[in-house]
């Protein structure tokens, strides 16, 4: 695999969701990036950094306070398309405040080694499982990881607005008919990304997340699909799944966050 061509890949489909229904401003570092309608969502108000300027963290900091001035919006989220020119800076993005995270990219050839549970359904959401269903699955989700109900009808909401808007698919796994997991996936040319995959606790260790991989993994090969991608948190334990599915690191994304006096996500 070219892990250059397919990280490229992977982090052209996170800008593009990011952008997606926002107001985007370009500036001489990147782009500045606000939706007023969800001031809570760190994914929808944020800078991406492609090159930092001379005068470093100032500019950007400066660019988003301006485009954020006067709005709800109170954290600070900055992304960088260069993992080690973020690592370079993360002194400086601690001092002001800000804690680092990073993503990891991972992709993936064909089918995954596996075998998949009879025991469980998956259904498109719209085309054989309720909307209802899938809603309940990621509101449990979001509550169960401390947010609350104006931070989950956001994040649940600008969600489904930009996979409507991009072509992604929703599914609900069901475990013996009972609604246990979720996935999503996302076809673009020669691509698949493949995002929310999430089982409901009372479901796990039943092979459920490996099966929903399985299944988007044949769905994007018959839509044309090469490859599969998709990101995990560099140090979450999902990460081990993936690998032994054959999912292989291509990248890193790495970001700085800052919080505001009450969180959000």
């Known amino acids: 695999m070219d892990t250059e061509e397919l990280f490229r890949a992977a982090r ?9 229904g926002g107001d985007v401003r370009t500036t001489s570092f990147g782009r500045v990036v606000h939706d ?22 100032d500019k950007v900091l ?64 719209g085309e054989g499982a309720p909307e209802e269903d899938y809603r309940r699955l990621r509101m449990r989700l979001f509550t169960g990881m401390g947010y609350a109900g104006e931070e989950s009808r956001q994040l649940y909401t600008i969600a489904r607005e930009r996979g409507a808007a991009l072509g992604q698919r929703d599914f609900v796994g069901y475990y013996q008919g009972a609604p246990a997991a979720t996935i999503s996936l996302w076809t673009r040319g020669r691509f ?22 399985f299944e988007t993994s044949k769905a994007s ?3 044309g699909c090469e490859y599969s991608l998709l990101f995990t948190d560099l140090l979450d334990s999902p990460q081990a799944m993936y690998r032994t599915l054959g999912y292989q690191p291509v990248g890193e994304l790495r970001s700085f966050l800052r919080l505001p006096t009450t969180a959000s996500p």
């Open 12 to 20: 052209s489909f996170e800008r593009t969701w990011v952008e997606t």
């Open 36 to 57: 007023v309608r969800y001031p809570l969502i760190y994914g929808a108000n944020l800078a991406w950094v492609e090159r930092l300027p001379s005068s470093g963290l």
């Open 221 to 223: 090969i018959n839509a």
């Open 62 to 125: 400066g660019a988003m306070d301006e485009t954020f001035r006067g709005t709800a919006t109170r954290h600070r989220n900055v992304v960088f398309d260069d993992a080690q020119v973020a690592f370079e800076h993360q002194e400086d993005f601690a001092a002001r405040g800000f804690r680092p995270a990073a993503e990891l990219a991972m992709a993936r050839v064909g089918l995954p080694a596996c075998i998949a549970n009879p025991d469980l359904a998956l259904r498109a959401v």
């Open 192 to 213: 698949a990304f493949v995002g929310d995959v999430a089982t409901m606790p009372e479901f796990r260790n039943r092979g459920i997340a490996r099966t929903m991989l």
